[in-house]
């Protein structure tokens, strides 16, 4: 069996020169991982916030009774 454990960091940064700052802290937290599972890895990446969409509205639903004509014939 394997089993893949995750931990996970969210960062907000102003520039590429902070982020690098915290990439080089959660590398040296990798050094201390690796110390019992060698094979731990890091992984960086972006993430961008994600707009609100404008739903449009779902058609009403038809009253029940007209729903049961269409359904009866």
């Known amino acids: 069996m394997k089993l893949c454990g995750q931990i996970s960091v969210e960062l907000s940064v102003d520039d590429f020169i902070e982020a690098a700052d915290h990439q080089r802290r959660l590398e040296d937290i990798l050094r201390l991982v690796r110390d019992s ?8 990446r972006e993430r961008r916030q994600r707009k609100p969409l404008s739903l449009a509205r779902a058609p009403e639903a038809p009253a029940a009774g007209a729903l049961r004509r269409y359904v009866d014939g």
């Not at 599972?37 to 960086?44: G, Q």
């Open 37 to 44: 599972y060698p094979e731990a890895t890091l992984a960086m």
